[in-house]
């Protein structure tokens, strides 16, 4: 179970553009999922009306395309609409411009809100009795109790069990340390 | 169905130390529920570290007790915790000071976030079979599907059938005007 904040995966070259020729991303926590890490690096982006979210958080390591994950929050501060989408399906997605200490990034799409999903490894896929591509059911106990119907299933065998949420769904459930959740077929 | 944003209920006690002796809310747009408006007035809410929130509506008329209630994504910018409490409920709850043009009133407690409740006529909740202080189901399609498995019933001759959510609840589904409801038993 994993909360979100927002943040953004970028390429080599937006790296290079925004941090400087030769820049890499320097690990700064480890996460969950093996080989990956929040960096030290962050940016600050800039939305359609000149309004900016700074100090967005860089996951490493770099992929094959550019892609800002935002709650639906912050598409509201940025007053305009990332669509809610599975990673990597980006086409026709609002772009922004990203800003770094040593220049500019401009991403022509690839503003998005995830939707909740869950890194399966094949063995937990079995388990559950699902697939890649189904979804499944995810219980929240408490006080704000609810249950999230579309909880996107991914299954490799690199991942560990984790569910994914942004902090809007997170907020929503007040999820806290010690609430009882359940992942159901 | 209403998102219900950040906002308070106030004493004519907290309003007349807020906007001046004789003070009165004026109606600035009528709510679904009978009588019940937002005013034109706003006030500032000063929280523990001197963190604030700027134009925080009020809701009229003036009630018995003063209540501020906050979507936890607000807790989280203020630095503290609002309790998750039915309306009316705020014994042991947090305390603010609020801030208006004539001067300021401080709330020794009754910060809370709403929990999510529907209000219905007795009509509606014989039509459901529930009464007054049980719980309903409220599942929400689209693309964030999910079940609200706690909406705490209220139930007046005085009410229209209507849920209130918080908006971090609303934005944790992306309720758009068009997006499938279905309250259950």
Chains 1, 2 share one sequence.
């Not at 994993?2 to 320097?26: D, M, Q, W, Y």
């Not at 929050?73 to 990597?88: K, N, Q, V, W």
């Not at 411009?97 to 991403?107: A, I, V, W």
Request: hydrophobic share 40%; with cysteine.
């Amino acid at each position: 179970m994993n909360i979100s904040a927002r943040h953004c995966h970028l390429t080599p070259e937006a790296v290079e553009a925004l941090f400087g020729p030769g820049a890499k991303l320097t690990p700064m926590k480890w996460l969950y999922q093996k080989d990956q890490f929040a960096a030290q690096e962050m940016v600050t982006l800039v939305g359609p009306r000149s309004r900016i979210i700074s100090n967005l958080r860089i996951l490493g390591p770099c992929r094959s395309l550019n892609q800002v994950e935002l709650a639906h929050t912050d598409s509201i501060a940025l007053g305009f609409e990332a669509p809610i989408r599975f990673s990597g399906r980006i086409e026709g997605t609002p772009g922004c411009m990203l800003m770094g200490p040593k220049g500019f990034f401009e991403l022509k799409e690839g503003v998005i809100r995830a939707a909740p999903h869950v890194h399966l490894h094949p063995d937990d896929a079995a388990f559950y009795g699902v697939k890649g591509g189904d979804f499944m059911r995810l219980r929240v106990g408490g006080p704000c109790a609810l249950t999230f119907d579309r909880v996107f299933v991914r299954v490799d065998p690199e991942f560990k069990l984790e569910v994914h949420l942004d902090t809007d769904e997170g907020n929503a459930c007040a999820l806290q340390p010690d609430t009882p959740v359940e992942l159901l077929k």
